[in-house]
Structures are given as structure tokens and as C-alpha cells.
């Protein structure tokens, strides 16, 4: 009888060593987010701007726009900050046309 017991007793420390070694290999490694915690806002975002219809301006059509968008500008006021002779090249086009654009739509947000 305590021949099994010790048996018993040497199987069980044993295995338990065997895992004991082979927990890094048994247990899967935590992965750790390099991301920071989410911010949680206590308001709601404010609501998001319509950009204005920038077609409606003589000489800007549906291609302009889409290159005026793809520079951040998608309104009136946008477009009448606008230096002209910086983002002719930009646009293709004279800085003549663009500077046209610009007064109208300074005429249209004031």
C-alpha cells in the first residue's frame, strides 16, 4: 500500500513538473495593445458640416469639385480664403480662373 501511494505521490509530482516547465509553451502569451484606451467622450461630437454645392459657381463642375474636395476645401467660405496662385497648379487651371471662383464665393457667403 505504500508502495502505490509513494508511486502515486511521484506520478503526480511528475507531471506536475512537466507542466510547471512547459507553461510558456502550454498557456497562450497575453498580447498587450500598443494602442492607447479609447477616450470616451462625456458630449456628443458636434454635428458633422453639409458641404455647400460648389457646382454652383460658374466653371466649377463635378471634376473641380472633386479636385477642390480632395484639397479640404467643400464650402463657400473654403473657397473664398482661397489663394488663387497657390492651388492653380494644384487644380490645373490659371490662377485667373480660380481667383474668378474665389470673388464668387465671397459674393455668396456674405
Not at 13 to 32: D, F, G, M, N, Q
Not at 43 to 51: C, G, H, I, M, S
Not at 81 to 109: F, M, N, Y
Amino acid at each position: 500500500m505504500t508502495r502505490k501511494l509513494f508511486r502515486f505521490a511521484a506520478l503526480v509530482a511528475l507531471a506536475s513538473a512537466i507542466v510547471w516547465l512547459t507553461r510558456e509553451h502550454l498557456l497562450p502569451t497575453p498580447r498587450v495593445s500598443h494602442e492607447p484606451a479609447p477616450h470616451y467622450r462625456s458630449t456628443p461630437p458636434p454635428p458633422q458640416a453639409v458641404p455647400d454645392d460648389l457646382t454652383a459657381i460658374k466653371g466649377i463642375g463635378p471634376a473641380y469639385a472633386r479636385k477642390l474636395a480632395d484639397l479640404g476645401i467643400k464650402s463657400f467660405r473654403g473657397l473664398s480664403e482661397l489663394a488663387p496662385d497657390a492651388v492653380a497648379d494644384d487644380l490645373g487651371t490659371s490662377p485667373g480662373t480660380v481667383a474668378g471662383w474665389v470673388a464668387q464665393a465671397r459674393s455668396r457667403i456674405s
